[in-house]
């Protein structure tokens, strides 16, 4: 069964979002940018669901990216979905309305092909919502024939297990190319196969590409501490280890030259573009770098040149330019000046948000000199050249040092640093050291420009992350951090800097969310059962809703949440998320 876009459905949404919802430019679509293709003319509609607001959504440069791609093919339409608030998500289910896109207000159900970006932990229970919202089986194992077929990619996939009820399909790596491949082999699977079960169009999906993860054809077992061993294959000729999809070039995926403009304030009011997939830094922490090798890189010119016609179609005012290590881009210098010639004639200023701390950041900073309205953001990640050694992140206090100097010199007025708390071998040493080199910056700040800069330290709670060097350790246990959080709140006489740290209850569930087996995919849905919503918005988490559904689930199976998060795995254990692996 098909489901046009239907007039009446039209107006019935237009007169809810009028009279009950709270900034309904979100669930209108229609921006500067957005593709609105005859729903008549193509055969085949894929949502790609963003699992957080539309405000967070539209900031993300890899989810307007592969929207670009798909609809750019002949026989696709690709539309937007985002999570609602909760004001949207009551007056919908108050009328029995189902999520829809916002291209052709299309219900969720009627897609071919429902794709989820899942770039966070925390983001979990907003697929639920949308599934839910969308009238599709939260359950894979429920739905029929005629269902959508619900599909996930995105860094989060690098421990699937938690998510793997309720998504039919994970894709694992890069999603240029491997999105339109499964999307093309599902609905001909269908199509020549129309007598077989869902079950045996899953089975022909899972045997086909290298880089697809069914969940539905591994069993899990567990040793005898109870503790989940790697999934492994119930059918003949599905993959044991699944191999992620890499593109060879990303220049070849060129995007949206009119970059979709939001009708609402985003996140990020501004042209993103990703120069650089990838880094060549090793710190053994960092999960990004893990999941995306090798590095592949945009050419100068062709990023100048998407920059400038971006700007001049969208007159937004600022170029992001985004990788995981903006200035370990190899024509860095080079492209600056590129971009200034043809963007500072357009009063257009471009922001690099993630620099490296090397010893060639003060001369990046010289290099920036007209882009210091946003600051100085780096990553120090330990205050101690000794423990950021052991962690492989190969910088110094004396780059980082002379890195600040120099921006201060040009005019920077604000750096932000982040740091983490609770890294393998850390000692008091290392706590204190974040105060001190926060205060000794902002010293030179004042030395060097003669007032205070803002010094702002954000210190996360380490959590040793699938597929890193640190994937074995164990998180340590909450009295560790509460204890450093307490050294951290270091009385600041002068008032120079500013030192933050993340929330405990979050960076915990984070860990048992990111390290989790399968049976923690009942807490996810219990806890949404329980009310749960948008749990990575400090003003919506209920840290008390998931304490409740953690006590309930670990009644009703026996799973030891604290093993998962804290208990480190011996050399030769297997790993719950053992069967994925970013070794192409
Ligand atoms: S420099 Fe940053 S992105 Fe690169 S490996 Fe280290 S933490 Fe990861």
């Known amino acids: 069964m098909r489901h046009f876009t239907d007039p009446a459905f039209r107006r019935t949404i237009e007169s809810l979002l009028l009279s009950d919802v709270r900034q309904p430019g979100q669930y209108i679509g229609g921006e500067l940018g957005s593709v609105a293709k005859d729903p008549e003319s193509s055969r085949f509609h894929l949502a790609l669901a963003f699992p957080d607001t539309y405000t967070i959504g539209m900031s993300h440069f890899g989810f307007q990216l592969l929207y670009t791609l798909i609809n750019r093919k002949e026989d696709w339409i690709c539309e937007r979905v985002f999570t609602p608030l909760p004001d949207m998500e009551k007056a919908l289910k108050s009328r029995n309305l189902p999520l829809y896109s916002l291209e052709t207000f299309r219900p969720l159900v009627a897609f071919d092909v429902l794709g989820f970006s899942l770039q966070y932990e925390m983001s979990y229970t907003n697929v639920l919502t949308m599934l839910d919202l969308g009238q599709i089986p939260l359950h894979s194992s429920a739905r029929t024939k005629t269902h959508p077929l619900v599909i996930a990619g995105g860094p989060c996939v690098g421990n699937p297990e938690p998510m793997s009820p309720f998504i039919d399909l994970f894709v694992i790596g890069d999603g240029e190319e491997a999105l339109e491949q499964v999307c093309d082999f599902w609905v001909e699977t269908k199509q020549n196969f129309p007598s077989e079960s869902r079950r045996d169009w899953l089975l022909r999906i899972a045997r086909h590409f290298s880089f697809v993860y069914v969940p539905e054809f591994y069993d899990v077992s567990y040793d005898a501490s109870g503790r989940a061993l790697t999934p492994k294959p119930n059918l003949p000729d599905v993959p044991e280890i699944i191999r992620p999809a890499v593109v060879d070039e990303i220049e070849r995926y060129v995007p949206s030259l009119t970059p979709i403009v939001p009708l609402i304030e985003s996140v990020q009011d ?83 948000p ?103 330290a954000n210190v996360s709670n380490f959590v040793p992350k699938p597929h ?61 059962r329980n009310g749960a919503r948008l749990d990575s918005w400090t003003e919506h988490f209920q840290n008390a809703l998931w304490d409740t559904a953690i006590t309930a689930v670990i009644l009703e199976t026996g799973i030891n949440t604290e093993q998962i998060i804290h208990v480190p795995y011996p050399d030769d254990a297997e790993l719950p998320w053992g069967h994925i692996c970013f070794v192409p």
């Open 270 to 352: 501004r042209v993103s573009l990703e120069i650089m997939r990838g880094c060549p830094g090793r710190c053994k922490f960092c999960q990004s770098t893990a999941i995306k090798r090798p590095i592949r890189t945009r050419n100068v010119e062709s990023i100048a040149q998407i920059a400038h016609q971006s700007c001049l179609n969208t007159g937004m005012s600022e170029v992001s330019l985004l990788s995981l290590s903006t200035s370990d881009y190899p024509h860095f210098e080079e492209l600056m000046l590129r971009l200034r010639e043809l963007l500072t004639p357009m009063k257009v200023s471009i922001s690099v």
């Open 354 to 456: 993630s620099l490296r701390v090397n010893h060639l950041l003060s001369q990046t900073m010289q290099c920036l000199t007209t882009e210091r309205t946003g600051g100085l953001t780096i990553a120090p990640e330990a205050s101690r050249d000794e423990m950021r050694r052991r962690i492989g992140k190969p910088i110094t206090n004396e780059n980082l040092l002379a890195g600040c100097q120099s921006a201060f010199e040009n005019g920077f007025g604000r750096v932000k640093m982040y740091f983490m708390c609770g890294l393998p071998g850390e000692t008091d040493d290392d706590l204190d050291g974040i105060t001190d080199l926060a205060k000794e910056i902002a010293h030179l700040g004042k030395k060097t420009s003669g007032r205070f800069p803002t010094v702002i």
């Open 468 to 528: 890193t060097p640190f994937e074995r350790y164990g998180m340590m246990p909450p009295d560790y951090f509460r204890e450093a959080h307490r050294r951290l709140k270091y009385v600041n006489k002068d008032r120079s800097f500013n030192v933050k740290y993340h929330e405990l209850a979050l960076s915990l569930l984070e860990g048992l969310l990111s390290r989790g087996d399968r049976r923690v995919g009942q807490i996810i849905e219990t806890v949404w």
